[in-house]
Structure formats: C-alpha cells, structure tokens
C-alpha cells in the first residue's frame, strides 16, 4: 500500500511514505581512442549510488573477481580488460567505483574511405523496452534513476567528421523524467554527453505513451551514425559537403 506506520514506545505512531524520492544514479565517464580500423581503446570509471549501489553489491560482491569480469568482457561484446580497480565494494552508503583500461574490436564500420560509429560505442540503449500500444497499470521503476555518460573520443589522425547526430532535449510532462543528447566537436576529438532520467519510482499508465515516446527517442539518438571522411592529400575530403 505504498505506507509505512512506525509506532513509538509510547504508542503514537507516524505514517511512512515506503516510495523512494531519492535518484538513484549511474554514472559513466569514458575516454576512448578510435582506430582507423574501427578498433577502440581506453579508459572506463563507473560510479553507483544509493540503490545502484546496492544492486551491484548484492549481484558482485561476493562474486569472485575473474569470473565477474570474464561476465562483465562477454556482456560488452568480447571486450579485454585489464588494470581494474574497484572502491567501496563492501562499504555500505558510499557510492560504488569501479575503472579499468579496455581493448574492443569492431565498434566501427569502415567503408571505403569514411568511417561510421555510434559515439556510444558497446553502450548504447538498442531497444526500447516499452513495447505494448497501450497499457492500464503503473510503471513501477522501483525507486527515480539516472544514467549518465561523459565521453570523450579520439578520431584517427588524418579524418575529419562530416556528420554528426543533432542535440536533443526532450522532458517527460510534471518534470517526471527527460532525456539530453550533446556532442561537441574540437578538433580530432568530440566530446559525447547522455542523460536519461526517471524522477518518479511509479508513473501512472497516463503517461505511457510519453514515456514509450521518450525511451524510442532514447533509442534511435544513442544508435545514431558518426561518420568520418579521410583528408586527402589537398586537404579536403571526399565529400563536397559538410553535415553538421
């Protein structure tokens, strides 16, 4: 019934409000280095707070180290880690760390002489979870989460971007929730930030199709295509024109 009652030895008692308010949050901070070949290298830091953090202790902390990253290498496609570290992974109420140097091969589509990628790489939402026209019940997300991810991208020396995704800013009605794509280029780098937050444990099925609306989007931003021309020799690229 979504209420607590805490009785005091004296017997007046208080009602509890069991819905968590707090934001739950994952946080993802990547610098990568692109190959010509479509290859990538780099670096990973992941924090979890409050329930993610407690989520990932009940699901890792007992695990055995080398069996949990042989899990964590098949989940992101055959990645190789090596130098992984983790803080706090039993201290209860601090946030979760864990970082680590990676190698993962075919993260790009090489064509000729352009390059094609997702600069959300092994991580990107590829499917939208909400897939029913409509629905008659709550939404029940647990307790309000964000996932966020900062990335910064190193492309091949002697390339140049002649596409990009568009930012987008999208919010969900009474501040429920939104989602926030932004990539800037500076010069042989490009710098990627994703949010998506849910501000509300339960939402009600009158906002299903906002939020359905909200993930789609989700989806389609974080597979979108970076696409890289190589420089010729005259300085320009093989494309007469430039999309931004």
């Not at 007046?12 to 610098?31: A, G």
């Amino acid at each position: 019934n979504w209420f607590g009652k805490v009785i005091k030895k004296d017997g007046t008692s208080t009602t509890l409000n069991l819905i968590p308010k707090k934001i739950s949050r994952e946080s993802v901070n990547l610098s990568v280095v692109l190959s010509e070949y479509g290859k990538i290298n780099g670096k990973e830091r992941k924090t979890y707070t409050d329930y993610d953090s407690y989520l990932f202790r009940n699901n890792y902390a007992t695990a055995d180290e080398d069996d949990y990253l042989e899990k964590l290498e098949n989940k992101n496609d055959g990645m190789e880690i090596s130098d992984y570290e983790i803080k706090n992974k039993k201290t209860v109420g601090k946030p979760v760390i864990e970082s680590y140097t990676f190698n993962l091969d075919n993260q790009a589509d090489v064509v000729g002489d352009k390059i094609y990628f997702s600069p959300m790489f092994h991580m990107a939402m590829t499917e939208n979870p909400f897939k029913l026209d409509d629905r008659n019940y709550p939404i029940d997300f647990t307790y309000p989460w964000q996932e966020k991810y900062i990335m910064n991208i190193k492309i091949p020396d002697g390339y140049e971007v002649t596409s990009k995704p568009e930012n987008m800013n999208m919010a969900l009605v009474n501040k429920m929730g939104g989602f926030k794509y932004q990539i800037i280029e500076k010069g042989n780098n490009l710098q990627v930030m994703v949010d998506l937050k849910i501000k509300e444990a339960v939402i009600s099925a009158n906002y299903y199709a906002d939020l359905k609306e909200l993930f789609k989007n989700a989806v389609e931003k974080q597979t979108e295509k970076v696409v890289l021309s190589k420089i010729s020799s005259d300085g320009t690229t093989s494309s007469s024109e430039k999309s931004r």
